[in-house]
């Protein structure tokens, strides 16, 4: 069975940093791409970031582009997500989910993890 387990939200002051870790099991690593997505109270959940783990492509929305970085390590089944100079609109529970392509549907998703950026 596929299974996405994010962790590593919480709470933060604006201009802090946190890692968000989707630890991934039950398929083959290699072949998916890892996104991670976001949805704060009364939002739509938006796309925040994706890699690909087969070639290492990655997408940032407009967002967070030049303060978030998503990295992976394939032997780990794992990717994160380092969030840095995080603002107050950043607060949202996070999730991360697997699809065959960045630019694919996303059919497994994990239970979601709490960011909260105080001002």
């Known amino acids: 069975e596929v299974q996405l387990v994010e962790s590593g939200g919480g709470l933060v002051q604006a201009g802090g940093s946190l890692r968000l870790s989707c630890a991934a099991s039950g398929f083959t690593f290699d072949d998916y791409a890892i996104g991670w997505f976001r949805q704060a109270p009364g939002k739509e959940r938006d796309g925040v970031s994706c890699i690909s783990s087969s070639d290492g492509s990655t997408y940032y929305a407009d967002s967070v582009k030049g303060r978030f970085t998503i990295s992976s390590d394939n032997a780990k089944n794992t990717v994160y997500l380092q969030m840095n100079s995080l603002k107050p609109e950043d607060t949202a529970v996070y999730y991360c989910?697997?699809?065959?392509?960045?630019?694919?549907?996303?059919?497994?998703w994990g239970q979601g993890t709490q960011v909260t950026v105080s001002s």
């Open positions: 989910a697997a699809g065959d392509t960045c630019g694919s549907d996303f059919g497994s």
